[in-house]
Each structure stands twice: as C-alpha cells, then as structure tokens.
C-alpha cells in the first residue's frame, strides 16, 4: 500500500505561482511512476503531469505545457509539481498518484494510488 498527501494548494492571483507538494508513505517509492492530475467543478479528472520512476521522463497536458514542472526527490518520498503562470482556468483540485508500474502514463486507470486532493483556486 502506498498513502499519498498533497500539501501547498491555496488561492493566488493570475500570473502567479504555487508549489504543490506530495508526501508518499509505504512502499518503495523510487518504484513508483508519480503523476499529477486535476478535477474542476462538474468536470472529470483530468491528467496534467507525469513522471517515470527515475525521474528521467516527464509528460505534460499541452494546457499546462511550458508552465508547470514536475519533479521528484525520492530519496525524501516527494514528488512536486512547479505550477507558474497560473491561469484561473487552471482552478482545480490538483491529486498526486502513483502507479507500481513506473511508467509515465496520462491513464488515469494506471494509477493505483490516490491522495485526497489540495485546491487551487486562481484569481483573475
């Protein structure tokens, strides 16, 4: 079992930015793939970012490309998503994921594990 805790979600005016944070607990996490996602409001979830066990591949959503940066420290069990420029189309409620895979994935039914999710909410 793997538990996940987002941290670092919070309002913020357009333009700027927000850190978010994952905390991963349980199994190893250097084995993992990690991948952001997001839901606003009466919309599914949706994929913004992911990346492979090692760090070494990353994708994006093209609506966050060149925006955000995913990263990952695993020897402290964190995974981090950079989010700047932020657009108030970017309001969500961002969730951390993990996948034993390892593999970057956007499938959001590759994901095994699931945090509870920290809002962002972004002011024009």
């Known amino acids: 079992q793997v538990q996940l805790a987002e941290s670092g979600g919070g309002l913020v005016q357009a333009g700027g930015s927000l850190r978010l944070s994952c905390a991963a607990s349980?199994?190893?996490?250097?084995?993992?793939?990690m991948g952001w996602f997001r839901q606003a409001p009466g919309k599914e979830r949706e994929f913004v970012s992911t990346?492979?066990?090692?760090?070494?591949?990353?994708i994006y959503s093209a609506s966050v490309k060149d925006r955000f940066i995913i990263s990952r420290d695993n020897a402290k069990n964190m995974v981090f998503l950079q989010m700047n420029s932020l657009k108030p189309e970017d309001t969500a409620v961002y969730y951390c994921a993990a996948a034993n895979s390892g593999r970057a994935t956007m499938d959001v039914r590759a994901y095994e594990y699931w945090g509870q999710g920290t809002q962002v909410t972004v002011s024009s």
């Open positions: 990346t492979t066990w090692s760090g070494s591949s990353t």
């Open positions: 349980g199994r190893i996490f250097s084995n993992l793939a």
